[in-house]
């Protein structure tokens, strides 16, 4: 009987061994846990990324993001847009035969933006209808004009007093006015009378943008 314990308990013993060396081993070559695993976003392509979808702008809070793309002092000033603009016609400052306005561009917006060149102008009727031949540029040495918010720019209109000159005459609704580069005009109601559309000395003038609200 002595023996025979002695045979169960060695074999007990060696099998608790056994078991101690299988579990060593797989403790070692990790398969005792699970091993740390990357977050879900760790090894995906920046286009994967959950946030790819949203702009720029709104995918960053204010104090990531640099001077120039915040809108504080870095941003390039570019030209202004029809939409920034108001128009307006200065009084008439007659001379020498001719009728002479200002043609002024007032910057509406909240930002700064620039001018250059000749503005666009049209004389049109109640319905729309152009009147007339539009206004030739005159030749001058044009200049970028910067616009702060609520500073303007001017550019003259003239043609001879239709009296005078004995044109043909009509008398426009409205004078449109297309700020340099632009497509689309703004319509400003014309109240100086007639204007000379055919016949001797019927060219109308326009002259380039200048700062200020006239001469």
């Known amino acids: 009987m002595a023996n025979g314990s002695r045979h169960a308990t060695a074999a007990v013993a060696g ?84 009728r002479n306005f200002p043609v002024v561009l007032t910057n509406v917006s909240s930002r700064v933006c620039t001018l250059y060149g000749h503005p666009g102008a049209a004389f049109v009727d109640a319905a729309g209808e152009r009147l007339g031949r539009d206004p030739e540029r005159t030749p001058g040495d044009p200049a970028t004009v910067t616009l702060r918010p609520g500073a303007s720019a001017w ?6 007093s239709p009296g005078v000159s004995g044109a043909r005459t009509a008398t426009p609704a409205a004078l449109l ?13 014309w109240k100086a ?23």
């Open 155 to 160: 550019a003259g209109l003239r043609y001879a």
């Open 177 to 189: 006015v297309t700020p340099p580069d632009e497509r689309d005009p703004l319509k400003v109601p």
């Open 15 to 98: 099998a608790l061994a056994l078991l101690g060396a299988l579990t060593s081993c797989g403790t070692e070559s990790g398969g005792a846990g699970p091993s740390p695993r990357p977050s879900a976003s760790a090894g995906r392509p920046a286009g994967d990324s959950p946030h790819s979808a949203v702009p720029s702008d709104a995918a960053g809070s204010t104090n990531d993001r640099s001077p120039a793309s915040a809108g504080h002092t870095d941003r390039p000033v570019s030209r202004c847009r029809t939409s920034e603009l108001s128009a307006a016609v200065g009084r008439m400052d007659p001379g020498a035969g001719q």
């Open 193 to 215: 009378g007639a204007v000379p559309v055919s016949g001797n000395a019927s060219s109308v003038f326009l002259t380039v943008l200048q700062p200020g609200t006239g001469p």
